[in-house]
């Protein structure tokens, strides 16, 4: 089991930048495919991006191609979400995962969750 707290959320512009990033204890972070999904008001959470263990390959969801870009520090345990281009459709709490085996994985299959950041957006 790995325990994941994310950072980073707060309010920024249309067309601005935010880098989110995941801590992450347990011995066992670098086996772990992970992953960052996203959960707006009224809605159900969502697949936004994924990297493999090893960070070689990285899986985005169609509306964040381009603009987000997911990567990691397995040294550092931690994973990062860089977001740049923010639209009116991105505010959301985002949640990092842990455990990811297939892309789009439904989120009741994901084995570890954060607490979630909230990241608002301005018009």
């Known amino acids: 089991q790995v325990q994941l707290v994310e950072s980073g959320g707060g309010l920024v512009q249309a067309g601005g930048s935010l880098r989110l990033w995941c801590a992450a204890s347990?011995?066992?972070?670098?086996?772990?495919?992970m992953g960052w999904f996203r959960q707006a008001p009224g809605r159900e959470r969502e697949f936004v991006t994924a990297v493999t263990w090893a960070g070689a390959t990285t899986y985005y969801a169609d509306s964040v191609k381009g603009r987000f870009t997911i990567s990691r520090d397995n040294a550092q345990n931690t994973v990062y979400l860089q977001m740049n281009n923010l639209q009116p459709e991105d505010p959301a709490v985002y949640y990092c995962a842990a455990g990811i085996t297939r892309v789009p994985q439904p989120p009741a299959t994901v084995a570890s969750w954060g607490t979630g950041t909230l990241v608002p957006v301005s018009s």
């Open positions: 347990g011995r066992t972070f670098g086996s772990y495919a």
